[in-house]
């Protein structure tokens, strides 16, 4: 496999001890998240989102020493990207009252696709270079069967196994991660 990713809490402890690597891995792991919640749940223009992002990090940072646990920093960052996003739509429509009843339950179903996808995402790159590239040919880029075989100058015919196979293996990864999630 290759060397073990640290866990959300290792990298949260090793930022409380001030170390600047830690805190650019817990930037890096946690940007796309951020950005996708602001993005995608919340539809926020980029400008906006980019304003969200800064801040979620900023008050992260100043913040860290509030959370009670290190393994909830995904959680804790997503609800503080949803309310500097709730506060950033209320600022751009004082006048206009927001349906949080109605609004909610969408919001909440594209933040659970957001979620699905990140985990999704983590357990690709854990992934062979092989299994990711077929499986991004397929899924990401409906590429057919022939068009796979081509481009990897594999035969058209064992690319269904291949497919099968990786799957497998993200199947695999998914469910090692369950257990912790």
């Given at each position: 496999?290759?060397?073990?990713?640290?866990?959300?809490?290792?990298?949260?402890?090793?930022?409380?001890?001030?170390?600047?690597?830690?805190?650019?891995?817990l930037v890096e792991r946690f940007s796309r998240y951020v950005h996708a919640i602001a993005t995608g749940a919340y539809r926020l223009p980029d400008a906006d989102a980019e304003d969200?992002?800064?801040?979620?990090?900023?008050?992260?940072?100043?913040?860290?020493?509030?959370?009670?646990?290190?393994?909830?920093?995904?959680?804790?960052?997503?609800?503080?990207?949803?309310?500097?996003?709730?506060?950033?739509?209320?600022?751009?429509?004082?006048?206009?009252?927001?349906?949080?009843?109605?609004?909610?339950?969408?919001?909440?179903?594209?933040?659970?696709?957001?979620?699905?996808?990140?985990?999704?995402?983590?357990?690709?790159?854990?992934?062979?270079?092989?299994?990711?590239?077929?499986?991004?040919?397929?899924?990401?880029?409906?590429?057919?069967?022939?068009?796979?075989?081509?481009?990897?100058?594999?035969?058209?015919?064992?690319?269904?196994?291949?497919?099968?196979?990786?799957?497998?293996?993200?199947?695999?990864?998914?469910?090692?991660?369950?257990?912790?999630?």
């Amino acid at each position: 496999m290759g060397v073990t990713e640290p866990s959300d809490a290792q990298i949260v402890d090793r930022c409380r001890a001030g170390d600047e690597a830690a805190w650019a891995a817990l930037v890096e792991r946690f940007s796309r998240y951020v950005h996708a919640i602001a993005t995608g749940a919340y539809r926020l223009p980029d400008a906006d989102a980019e304003d969200v992002f800064q801040d979620v990090f900023a008050r992260t940072y100043e913040h860290l020493d509030r959370l009670r646990d290190d393994d909830a920093i995904r959680p804790w960052i997503a609800q503080l990207t949803r309310r500097l996003c709730i506060d950033r739509l209320r600022a751009a429509r004082p006048s206009e009252p927001l349906d949080d009843a109605g609004a909610h339950g969408a919001v909440d179903e594209r933040l659970e696709q957001i979620e699905q996808a990140v985990v999704v995402r983590g357990a690709l790159a854990r992934l062979s270079a092989d299994c990711q590239e077929i499986l991004d040919r397929f899924f990401a880029r409906d590429e057919s069967y022939r068009a796979i075989g081509e481009a990897l100058a594999i035969p058209a015919g064992t690319i269904a196994s291949r497919i099968s196979r990786c799957l497998g293996r993200l199947r695999g990864e998914l469910e090692g991660r369950s257990d912790g999630a």
